[in-house]
């Protein structure tokens, strides 16, 4: 089978993760979540106190910093941080205040990207994030822009972190997710676009399984036609 590569962008809280952990198992596919990567060297950097805004700081923390594949067997291929879990402390309120001023970074972006489009050289990858199609894989064969109401994007971010035990406030939530798509989309490099070939996606009304389905099923086209 001629095996693709599947890029999905989006905004914080549209189900980006989900739905692309889920498509990458049903295609037999590698996942590779992007967003993880920017969380963790933002709770390194929280953790060691460096500020947001010293570029040259937080480079140098991410040379310390390695991203590998590690296959778990039944688990599936998961992404792995100097050989361990990223944890669930990449998930904090305070990482996701910091996460995208941290990612803004020219340096720290370029080196970002740098790591993916090796982590993902072999065919066969699903990747999501917010740059994925414009920056990171632009020559992807398959782009999906995942997307989603701020209020309907809140509810779920609330729900998520009260099923993981996570404080949440749901004016808080709304309030953050706002502001990220500000910073998101106005950050002068990469920042979050739909891609022109990209094929949009709106989640608001969907569950996580029927998103899923309609990836796979023009994955499947995709792969049908490089043959």
């Known amino acids: 089978m001629h095996k693709i590569n599947i890029a999905i962008d989006g905004p914080a809280g549209s189900g980006k993760s989900t739905v692309a952990r889920k498509a990458a198992e049903q295609l037999f596919y590698l996942y590779l979540d992007t967003g993880a990567m920017y969380r963790f060297l933002t709770f390194r ?16 923390l991410l040379t310390n910093i390695e991203f ?5 067997g039944e688990k599936g291929v998961k992404l792995s941080v100097n050989g361990g879990p990223l944890g669930e402390g990449i998930r904090s309120q305070a990482v996701t205040e910091k996460v995208s001023a941290i990612s803004a970074h020219e340096k720290i972006r370029k080196e970002m990207v740098t790591r993916q489009q090796q982590l993902a050289k072999e065919k066969g990858v699903v990747l999501d994030g917010r740059d994925i199609g414009t920056f ?9 822009y995942l997307y989603a109401s701020v209020d ?10 009260l099923e993981n ?3 949440s406030d749901i004016d808080v939530i709304k309030e953050e997710i706002t502001r990220r798509d500000h910073l998101d989309s106005t950050r002068q490099i990469a920042p979050l676009t739909q891609a022109k070939d990209a094929f949009p996606l709106d989640t608001t009304n969907l569950t996580i399984e029927e998103a899923v389905a309609h990836i796979c099923h023009l994955a499947r086209e995709k792969e049908k036609k490089g043959q």
């Open 45 to 60: 950097a929280l953790r060691e106190g460096i500020p947001e805004h010293d570029e040259e700081a937080l480079l140098q």
């Open 68 to 72: 590998s594949l590690v296959n778990e």
């Open 136 to 144: 990171v894989l632009p020559e992807a064969e398959l782009k999906i």
């Open 152 to 161: 309907e994007r809140s509810r779920r971010r609330y729900l998520e972190n």
């Open 165 to 167: 035990h996570r404080p």
